[in-house]
C-alpha cells in the first residue's frame, strides 16, 4: 500500500510540474505546512523588499517616498493585483485595514444603498467575526438578522432582504459555497450579495465581475501570502462606487485630501472606500508577496488544489480506514483543505506538529489541514497522511478505550 502511494505521488507530481511554485516560496527545511489556510508561507522576495522599504525608502527618502516610491497609490494598486486573482477589473479593490474594518464598511454600504429594507441573511455558522459585525451592523441600522444553513437560503429570500452575506469556503469543514447561484438568487430578489473571500482568494477562482457580486471582503494573509496581520482587501463593484456611502469617512478617501478641508467629499472611484493613512511597511510586504502569482492563473492553481486535496484524501482513506470527514468528497463542492472529525482533534493537531505536518484545530473536532497548492506536493500529502497513522496509532497504544472510537488497521 505505501509503495503504490509513493508511485502514485510521484506520477501525480509529475503531471502538475508545471504549477509546482515551491521555489517562489521560503519554508523550513522537514516540514509539511498544512496551514496556510490561516497564514501562508512566505514568498522568496518578501524580506528583501520590505528591508529596502524600510532603509532605502523610509530610512533615506523619509517623507518623499509618498510619492517617489508610490506608497500614496499603494492601497489601489494593490487592490488591483488582489483584483486579478479575484476576478475584478481594475479600479474596484482597495487594500488596507482589517477584514473586520472592511465588512463593517460593506454592510454599512449595503444599507445604504437598499433603504428600504430591513433584512440581513446569512449562514448560521459562520466565522465569529462576521457573525459579531453582522450583528453590530444590524443593530446599527435596524436590520434583522436571519440565521440559516446555506441551503436553506434561497428560499428565504424576499423583497425585504437588503443583503446576504456568506463565505466563499467554509472556515472549518472546507465546503465551497455556490457563489454563482446564490448571488443570483440574490438578485432575484433585489438584494445585494457580501462575500467573505478570506479561504478562497489565492486558491479559488472567484470570478467576482463575472459573477455580478456586489460587494466583497477578504484577508491578505492566508493564500495571498502577505504576512501575519497582513492588510484586508474590499471589493465594491464599479456599478456601486457613485452611490457607495463610506461610513469610516477618513482623509485618504477624500476628494481632496490635502486640501484638509473641514467637510467630508467621497473621492471618486474606489478610493472611496479608503479610510484614514494605511500600514505601509505590511501593504508593501503584501505586495511584494502577490508576486508568487506572476505568470499563473488561478485556474491552474485550482486544478493543482483539487490533485493535492483529493489525493490527501484518498490517502487518509488508505491508512486510516474508517477515518470520518469534515471536508466534501465532490470537488466541486470542497475548496482546497481537508478537514476530518475526531474527539481528540486538538492532541493530534499537536502530536502531528511535532512529526513535522502543521496543521491546525478547529472546535470542536475538526483536525483541519489546509492545502497552499503552490507550494505543496502529492508527496507531501502521503507524509501528512503517514503521520496521521501514526498518531492513531501511537494514542491506540497509549488508550486501550480507543478502539472503541477510531479503528486503524
Known amino acids: 500500500m505505501n509503495d503504490d502511494l509513493d508511485q502514485r505521488a510521484a506520477s501525480l507530481d509529475t503531471a502538475h510540474a508545471d504549477t509546482d511554485l515551491r521555489a517562489r516560496f521560503e519554508l523550513p527545511e522537514g516540514v509539511v505546512y498544512l496551514d496556510g489556510n490561516s497564514l501562508g508561507a512566505l514568498p522568496v522576495g518578501v524580506a528583501d ?3 529596502s ?5 523610509w530610512g533615506t527618502d523619509l517623507i518623499a517616498s509618498w510619492n517617489t516610491h ?15 486573482i479575484v476576478g475584478a477589473a481594475p479600479g474596484q479593490v482597495v487594500v488596507g485595514d482589517s477584514t473586520s474594518v472592511r465588512l463593517h464598511q460593506s454592510l454599512h454600504a449595503a444599507a445604504a444603498l437598499r433603504p428600504d ?3 440581513v441573511v446569512t449562514e448560521a455558522d459562520g466565522f465569529p467575526t462576521d457573525r459579531y459585525v453582522i450583528d453590530g451592523v444590524a443593530d446599527q441600522v435596524g436590520w434583522r438578522v436571519v440565521h440559516a444553513r446555506v441551503d436553506e437560503i434561497p428560499g428565504l429570500l424576499d423583497d425585504d432582504v437588503a443583503a446576504v452575506v456568506l463565505s466563499h469556503v467554509d472556515y472549518r469543514t472546507g465546503e465551497l459555497r455556490d457563489l454563482p447561484g446564490l448571488t443570483a438568487a ?20 472567484v470570478d467576482l ?27 465594491v463593484a464599479r456599478r456601486h462606487q457613485d452611490t457607495f456611502v463610506n461610513v469610516l469617512p477618513g482623509w485618504n478617501g477624500h476628494a481632496e485630501p490635502f486640501d484638509m478641508a473641514t467637510e467630508y467629499r467621497g473621492a471618486p472611484g474606489i478610493s472611496r472606500a479608503r479610510i484614514g493613512t494605511p500600514p505601509l511597511l505590511s501593504l508593501l510586504a503584501l505586495e511584494a508577496a502577490l508576486r508568487a502569482f506572476d505568470g499563473i492563473d488561478i485556474g491552474d492553481v485550482r486544478a493543482r488544489s483539487l490533485s493535492l486535496t483529493g489525493f490527501l484524501r484518498a490517502c487518509i482513506e488508505a491508512l486510516v480506514p474508517g477515518a470520518a470527514f469534515a471536508s466534501p468528497k465532490d470537488d466541486a463542492e470542497r475548496g482546497s483543505q481537508v478537514g476530518v472529525h475526531h474527539p481528540a482533534a486538538y492532541g493530534i493537531v499537536q502530536a502531528l506538529a511535532v512529526r513535522g505536518v502543521v496543521g491546525d484545530f478547529r472546535t470542536p473536532d475538526i483536525v483541519r489541514l489546509g492545502v497552499a497548492a503552490p507550494y505543496l506536493t502529492h508527496a507531501d500529502m502521503v507524509t501528512a497522511a503517514r503521520a496521521l497513522r501514526a498518531v492513531l496509532l501511537a494514542e491506540e497504544q497509549l488508550d486501550p478505550a480507543w478502539a472503541t472510537r477510531h479503528t486503524v488497521t
Open 209 to 235: 465581475d463575472t459573477h455580478g457580486v456586489d460587494l466583497a471582503v477578504g484577508c491578505g494573509y492566508k493564500y495571498l501570502n502577505g504576512g501575519p496581520g497582513a492588510p484586508a482587501f474590499g471589493y
Open 49 to 51: 523588499a520590505v528591508a
Open 70 to 84: 508610490g506608497w500614496w497609490d499603494a492601497p489601489t494598486r494593490v487592490g488591483d493585483a488582489v483584483g486579478r
Open 117 to 119: 429594507s430591513s433584512v
Open 53 to 57: 522599504v524600510i532603509r532605502g525608502q
Open 186 to 205: 440574490t438578485h432575484s430578489v433585489g438584494a445585494l450579495a457580501v462575500w467573505d473571500l478570506c479561504h478562497s482568494a489565492g486558491a479559488v477562482p
